[in-house]
């Protein structure tokens, strides 16, 4: 079975700061998605950015992006001027190619953006 | 475009009563599954769908039914509410096998007390 770590609980950062978040996983295939979600106050569960596993190259997104790390199993997230909109829970996730869209969740670190 | 509706949003149970939450799409998506949220503990699969009339179970499916009678609509029963059914439950879709697969799209949440 999969399993997904987020060893930061919580963390902060100063508004227009870059933070890193963290995500590490446990998994026997070679090919799998990887995603980062964030949930706003409002509860939300909103996509921020997927990495497919067979790609090399990092996925963007606007001010967020990845450091994929596959022999590692390491998928950490940056954000680059942090925004106050940026405050909130983001959580790390794992799907199987062949787990009928099942995600794994790790257990959330929760960003706060200080002004 | 709705994208996935829940309802309620909130609501209060006593120890041993039943209760449906409701979810619903209008994006013709295949698939369908239905998560909870605990503290300290990210989401957990509770049960899924590929279609209509197909369901499996997923990681923590005890206490739960599903149905699937249409592409839409994606119900989740509690026959006989416990306390530790106290969580948030998220409903997500995603298609299958075409343009957007592999991503979910999620509901908004409803919070579920049961005293």
């Known amino acids: 079975a999969q399993t997904v770590t987020q060893s930061q609980p919580e963390m902060s950062v100063q508004e227009a700061e870059t933070v890193t978040l963290s995500c590490t996983y446990d998994?026997?295939?070679?090919?799998?998605?990887l995603f980062w979600y964030k949930q706003p106050p409002s509860r939300q569960m909103i996509l921020v950015i997927r990495q497919e596993a067979y790609k090399q190259q990092n996925a963007t997104e606007n001010r967020f992006s990845v450091n994929f790390q596959k022999a590692a199993k390491s998928f950490s997230l940056k954000i680059s001027d942090s925004q106050l909109g940026d405050t909130a829970m983001y959580f790390c996730a794992f799907m199987s190619l062949f787990g009928n869209e099942k995600l794994t969740f790790g257990t959330g670190t929760r960003l706060t953006v200080i002004p | 475009n709705a994208g996935v509706t829940q309802t309620p949003k909130f609501q209060v149970l006593k120890t041993g009563q039943s209760m449906t939450l409701q979810c619903a799409q209008d994006m013709n998506h295949e698939y369908m599954s239905w998560y909870r949220q605990d503290p300290g503990m990210g989401l957990r699969l509770i049960h899924y769908?590929?279609?209509?009339?197909?369901?499996d179970q997923g990681e923590v499916p005890n206490g739960y039914n599903v149905s699937r009678s249409t592409t839409e609509d994606f119900p989740l029963r509690l026959l006989s509410a416990a306390p530790s059914q106290t969580s948030v439950y998220f409903c997500?879709?995603?298609?299958?096998?075409?343009?957007?697969?592999?991503?979910?799209?999620f509901g908004a949440g409803s919070r579920l007390t049961v005293l």
């Open positions: 769908s590929v279609g209509a009339g197909i369901t």
């Open positions: 998994t026997s295939e070679n090919n799998y998605y």
């Open positions: 997500a879709s995603s298609p299958i096998g075409a343009s957007g697969a592999n991503v979910l799209t």
